[in-house]
């Protein structure tokens, strides 16, 4: 019986794969038809070419294993243009290939509808486009949608280019990976985000969204190119290059930035991470040659003001590596009567020969030193304890990332007690005596690199 059940199960799911179809459209009367009659597993060819004004609704659903996938006749020669926009509205839908070009419209380009769930928006671009003060990518309140290999660049006018909604009931699990974001033009206040993720009256919200192995580059928007304003956010393996910015954990708590590349190429307004909130984790990070800081941990200010600045308490600072910085660690600064608490700052590697480790605005509470190395004229705090001053001795690879060689003086020197960091900023394992900085120098240790336009986007445009 059960053999009969099981054979029955798999002819099934055989029959439903045979019968997705393959549909291919010209206009938007085909489309919007195509789409009405959608089943799961169908596929939906757009053909290539010019496509003026077309509106994108995908009022549709597929299953698991079985999307409905609606994608380009070649990669990047479905061109849209003029007042073009793409909704989805449904579940388990794939769009990709699609190039969104010189768009002008009065609505958001890209919409994940609340309630679409488990949608993915891939192999695509929208180019040197403006809607006003609108987003171009706007994640609703869906559940694991996925945004990954796609360009996003060009954008001059207000507004935050990428908004991630959050919800208080569930958990999202959105996933923005492998993109550009590029060539943003410099705003005149708030509001020219690159990305934000939740809202100030969002920021409890534990929305567990996953940016990583993106390559931002010259988003000169504003201050913030990632504006967190949520909770549980993990932030990996990302490459900052030459952006008037930083990342800023703005708002919520228990966020995770881990393995980015911060590389200021000395441009004017170039940061690196600025800490707001509980229980962050900052650890694996590389940061060069930032006009601004390194590390910024600011005060609170005691207020019932959604907006305002939350008190610094529990995070950890860690197995970073900070290279000729104009300040490499910024403690207790800002406005604000709560001062940061109860964190460690450890095992860092620290090279500013000019100047000192830490600009101290306002001392801390309860703060643990411990396992650094600076190359510095003084480490800038009271009771240094927590610093040795050396030189690590770090050399510059043929990419320019510096990097310890085997007789530097991280090796084997890290304080222990920090097992829950197990590997370096290129996946290298940490077991055993550990090394202080980014990345350990044991034998035939990965030479990950930062990112570069080669490596991210739609594989159309490498």
Not at 63 to 92: C, H, M, Y
Not at 116 to 130: E, K, N, P, V, Y
Not at 269 to 279: A, E, K
Request: with cysteine; charged share 20%; aromatic share 8%.
């Amino acid at each position: 019986m059960i053999r009969a059940l099981t054979a029955a199960v798999l002819f099934a799911q055989a029959a439903a794969t045979s019968f997705a179809a393959t549909i291919t459209v010209g206009n938007q009367t085909e489309l919007d038809a195509a789409i009405g009659r959608a089943a799961p597993g169908d596929v939906i060819v757009l053909r290539n070419g010019q496509w003026t004004n077309t509106a994108i609704r995908l009022n549709c659903s597929g299953a698991e294993g079985r999307p409905i996938t609606l994608k380009a006749g070649s990669g990047g020669q479905v061109v849209l243009t003029g007042a073009s926009s793409l909704d989805f509205n449904g579940d388990w839908l794939v769009v990709e290939g699609l190039k969104f070009e010189k768009l002008k419209s009065d609505r958001v380009f890209v919409v994940f509808e609340d309630g679409a769930d488990h949608c993915r928006f891939s192999d695509s671009a929208i180019l040197d486009s403006s809607n006003g003060s609108r987003n171009w990518v706007h994640m609703r309140r869906g559940l694991s949608n996925r945004v990954d290999h796609c360009r996003f660049s060009g954008m001059s006018h207000r507004g935050v280019q990428f908004q991630v909604e959050t919800e208080h009931e569930r958990t999202n699990y959105h996933r923005i990976d492998r993109n550009f974001f590029g060539n943003r033009a410099r705003g005149n206040g708030n509001g020219w985000e690159t990305i934000r993720i939740g809202y100030s009256h969002q920021q409890t919200n534990f929305a567990g969204a996953i940016v990583e192995w993106n390559l931002f580059y010259k988003c000169d928007g504003e201050n913030e190119i990632i504006s967190n304003k949520s909770t549980g956010n993990r932030i990996l393996h990302n490459t900052f290059r030459e952006n008037r910015g930083e990342l800023t954990l703005r708002h919520g708590d228990k966020a995770w930035v881990e393995g980015n590349w911060f590389i200021g190429n000395d441009v004017p307004g170039s940061g690196g991470v600025r800490i707001i909130g509980s229980d962050h984790v900052v650890v694996n990070n590389y940061f060069s040659n930032l006009r601004t800081y390194a590390i910024l941990v600011r005060k609170g200010v005691d207020t019932t003001n959604v907006r305002s600045y939350t008190q610094v308490k529990n995070a950890l600072v860690a197995f970073n590596t900070i290279v000729d910085c104009r300040t490499p660690f910024v403690i207790g600064s800002g406005r604000g009567t709560l001062i940061p608490a109860d964190s460690r700052i450890a095992n860092n590697v620290i090279v500013n020969p000019d100047g000192a480790a830490i600009n101290q605005d306002t001392a801390p509470t309860n703060f643990v030193y411990e396992g650094n190395l600076a190359l510095c004229k003084s480490v800038g705090i009271e009771g240094s304890s927590g610093f040795m001053l050396a030189d690590p001795k770090l050399a510059r690879d043929w990419e320019g990332v510096c990097r310890p060689p085997a007789s530097s003086p991280v090796r084997n020197a890290a304080m222990a007690g920090y097992e829950q960091i197990a590997r370096d900023i290129s996946g290298n394992s940490r077991a055993g005596t550990r090394d202080i900085g980014a990345q350990v120098t044991s034998a035939g240790a990965a030479a990950r690199a930062p990112l570069t336009e080669r490596g991210v986007g739609p594989s159309w445009m490498q």
